[in-house]
């Protein structure tokens, strides 16, 4: 209970903080332009800003510190969510939290992509691609084991490629705007199954409208559930996927995980899992 009101109240204080910035940069461009605006303290208002930012950061560690004391050691093995030959990204054989955070359960979180037949764009064209110029766009994912359907999001837009550098620039932007709208704006489209004895995969930026299960559905290992798609916080057409201790992923914790036949790649591998089967005979390059 503890953790989740430290989460809570970082959660809280984190949107709080950038509606301070905002509130403060438009303070900036009227004093920069004369317009008049009431009286204040610059002082004060740094101080301000700092209690702010400095409990949103305290309580995000301590919840962090928290969530960590109850990451098990032992991965679970479950079968790959994908078929044919993807890219292994910001995952957890490289480091931990591997996407640099503990929110949201992502710990010990993946990204993954098709690479066969992507093209990259200019690194400086400020309209990034459709999602449908990218490969991995409409892939089928695929339960990692027997489970039960407790939560789907499927009604968000698939945006445009944010991968060129104007593009990555707007998608930090567009990150911090994510966050106010809480954990769906950041994880796009998304199915959470439950695994059982604790386990959860989640499944994230799925394509609008693919998701084929809902909410109370029993699926089987191999059952396709949805398309990659390009949707929430990302920058091109991927699988983010993880497991974790909680259907909320606001109050879980992440968990280590093994793909069978596949083990955990590390960033930039490109592992190939066969089209049937359940990845027991799936390589690794």
């Known amino acids: 209970m503890r953790e989740r009101t430290l989460r809570g109240i970082g959660s809280a204080t984190t949107r709080l903080f950038l509606l301070y910035m905002v509130v403060l940069l438009a303070l900036i461009v009227a004093w920069l ?18 209690v702010i930012w400095g409990t949103s950061v305290l309580c995000t560690w301590s919840a962090d510190r928290m969530a960590s004391r109850r990451e098990p050691s032992t991965p679970v093995e479950v079968a790959p969510p994908v078929r044919g030959a993807w890219q ?73 490629g944010r991968d060129t550098y104007p593009g990555l620039a707007y998608l930090m932007l567009e990150g911090l705007a994510r966050s106010l709208g809480g954990p769906r ?20 930026h799925l394509r609008r409208g693919s998701a084929s299960v809902r909410v109370g559905d029993r699926v089987e290992k191999g059952t396709p559930i949805g398309l990659c798609g390009n949707s929430g916080n990302s920058s091109e057409p991927h699988l983010h996927f993880q497991l974790m201790d909680d259907a909320n992923p606001k109050w879980a914790a992440g968990l280590p995980f093994t793909w069978t036949g596949v083990g955990l790649p590390p960033n930039g591998e490109v592992f190939t899992v066969p089209a049937t089967g359940n990845g027991a005979d799936a390589t690794g390059s």
């Open 88 to 160: 292994a990204l910001n995952g957890p054989a490289d480091k931990v939290p591997s996407h640099g955070v503990r929110w949201l359960g992502q710990a010990y979180a993946i990204d993954v992509l098709v690479v066969e037949g992507r093209e990259d764009a200019s690194p400086w064209s400020p309209i990034g691609r459709p999602a449908t110029a990218y490969p991995s766009f409409g892939e089928p994912l695929l339960a990692v084991a027997d489970a039960t359907v407790v939560h789907v999001d499927d009604g968000q837009r698939d945006h445009r």
């Open 185 to 204: 704006r950041v994880l796009g489209n998304h199915v959470i199954l439950d695994l059982g004895d604790g386990v959860h995969a989640l499944y994230a």
């Open 33 to 50: 332009t004369d317009v008049p605006v009431p009286d204040h303290s610059p002082l004060l208002l740094a101080l301000i800003g700092f």
